[in-house]
């Protein structure tokens, strides 16, 4: 199934993301045929969590500074509780993610993801869901929030946590597919 055939995908991080969280999207992506590439702040590697401890380092394809949502056709933001606080105290992620909205892209965050979302000031009349303890702060951020596995609105998919990985791969597929102009 090359449906993503031609299409680059960012996914953002930092250290301390949920590992299922970027790896299973990353391997359904590039088995659909995207071409992924791993963003960050940091410049070689960045720690993976598993189970609240510190797990793999992953190679960072692109740093932060180098890369531009223009050369992108869709942004992934996994989750975990560490990575998206950092990224919604960087200015430059929280520029390079509303890059993207501001672009009419397809945007999939799962579990805490959305928190960088709120920073970038893109869930106000937005349904989407997250990991529970981030709901409030999407009510308040003006985002529409519901308890279901995927969520898509506007191009932007959402998914609570690592149990919801089948559907949320499975919609993110699609959304990028169907969000991307044929090339």
Same mark, same amino acid.
């Given at each position: 199934?090359?449906?993503?055939?031609?299409?680059?995908?960012? +996914?953002? /991080?930092?250290?301390?993301?949920?590992?299922?969280?970027? +790896? %299973?999207p990353?391997?359904? #992506?590039?088995?659909?045929?995207?071409?992924?590439?791993?963003?960050?702040?940091?410049?070689?590697?960045?720690?993976?969590?598993?189970?609240?401890?510190?797990?793999?380092?992953?190679?960072?394809?692109? /740093? #932060? %500074?180098?890369?531009?949502?223009?050369?992108?056709?869709?942004?992934?933001?996994p989750g975990?509780?560490?990575n998206?606080?950092?990224?919604?105290?960087?200015?430059?992620?929280v520029?390079?993610?509303?890059?993207?909205?501001?672009?009419?892209?397809?945007?999939?965050?799962?579990?805490?993801?959305?928190q960088?979302? +709120?920073?970038?000031?893109?869930?106000?009349?937005?349904?989407?869901? %997250?990991?529970? %303890?981030?709901k409030?702060?999407?009510?308040?951020?003006?985002?529409?929030?519901?308890?279901?596995?995927?969520?898509?609105?506007?191009? #932007?998919?959402?998914?609570r946590?690592?149990?919801?990985?089948?559907?949320?791969?499975?919609?993110?597929?699609?959304?990028?597919?169907?969000?991307?102009?044929?090339?």
């Amino acid at each position: 199934m090359e449906i993503l055939k031609n299409r680059k995908i960012a +996914i953002l /991080t930092e250290n301390g993301f949920e590992e299922s969280e970027l +790896i %299973s999207p990353k391997r359904a #992506l590039e088995e659909a045929g995207a071409t992924v590439h791993i963003i960050s702040p940091q410049k070689d590697k960045v720690r993976a969590m598993k189970d609240h401890e510190w797990s793999e380092n992953y190679s960072v394809d692109v /740093t #932060l %500074s180098e890369a531009k949502a223009e050369n992108y056709d869709g942004l992934l933001l996994p989750g975990g509780v560490i990575n998206p606080d950092q990224l919604r105290g960087n200015k430059e992620a929280v520029k390079f993610v509303k890059d993207f909205f501001d672009a009419g892209k397809p945007v999939a965050a799962i579990c805490h993801g959305p928190q960088t979302l +709120i920073e970038a000031g893109v869930v106000k009349g937005r349904k989407m869901t %997250s990991f529970p %303890s981030v709901k409030t702060d999407l009510l308040n951020a003006g985002g529409n929030w519901v308890d279901e596995e995927v969520v898509t609105d506007q191009g #932007l998919t959402t998914s609570r946590s690592p149990e919801d990985l089948p559907a949320f791969n499975a919609k993110i597929v699609k959304e990028f597919a169907a969000g991307v102009p044929q090339h």
